[in-house]
């Protein structure tokens, strides 16, 4: 079971920052998992679309300059990074899960992965997921090289013919909605089943004992100990 830093470890620092996902790396995680925006074509990593809840600013992203978004405190005196600087702190220490959050975001994305391919990283070190399938189908289509994750809140009736037709190589359901069925039905279909967002410690061993291949977590070092365990 992979263990997956949501927003790098949220539950330790603020989140999508790049003390965040320093502090998942110091942890141990196998991967992190990060939201992207862009403005003015600008990869930004952040959440919402609105301000206030993670920064000292308020309103809309849209409503800002790359350049004002930059001059924000995102908690503790962290800048809102890049996710080039993203990528350059995680340096192939784990995987990356690049959750496309806002629109036009896939193509940009895309340039990037390439462009730290041809510095020597594989594709292997990212996943792209969104709940927007039309971004995803077109990182597919542009580069199929590129993993996909298809995240699905609820259950849609054609969740599987979803991720068939786009080639993920998972499904990225909510904790709320995972069963037993549910991930036989996924697994069985030859999709790994990764769960968002998984942080008690009796969830994370539910998780467990269903046999999902990831969870998503704001305190990574839970879900650590959880698989270093053998018995509950």
Request: charged fraction near 20%; aromatic fraction near 10%.
């Amino acid at each position: 079971m992979l263990c997956i830093g949501h927003r790098g470890a949220m539950g330790y620092e603020p989140e999508n920052t790049l003390l965040s996902i320093a502090k998942a790396l110091t942890l141990g995680v196998d991967w992190i998992e990060i939201d992207v925006h862009n403005v003015e074509d600008n990869l930004i990593v952040f959440h919402d679309r609105l301000l206030s809840r993670t920064t000292n600013g308020t309103g809309y992203i849209g409503d800002y300059s790359f350049a004002d978004l930059r001059s924000l405190d995102a908690g503790k005196g962290q800048q809102i990074p890049t996710l080039a600087e993203v990528f350059d702190t995680v340096d192939r220490r784990c995987g990356i899960n690049i959750e496309l959050k806002g629109s036009n975001t896939a193509g940009l994305v895309i340039n990037l992965i390439q462009e730290y391919i041809n510095r020597g990283w594989q594709y292997d070190d990212f996943l792209v997921s969104s709940f927007n399938h039309y971004e995803l189908k077109q990182v597919k289509d542009t580069c199929p090289q590129i993993a996909i994750g298809s995240l699905i809140y609820g259950l849609p009736l054609n969740y599987l013919e979803i991720a068939t037709e786009l080639n993920a190589v998972a499904i990225i359901p909510s904790l709320d909605y995972v069963t037993k069925n549910l991930v036989k039905n996924i697994q069985n279909r030859g999709f790994k089943i990764f769960v968002y967002t998984v942080n008690e410690t009796e969830e994370i061993n539910a998780m467990k004992l269903l046999n999902v291949d990831g969870i998503f977590s704001n305190y990574p070092d839970r879900v650590l100990r959880a698989i270093a365990t053998e018995d509950f």
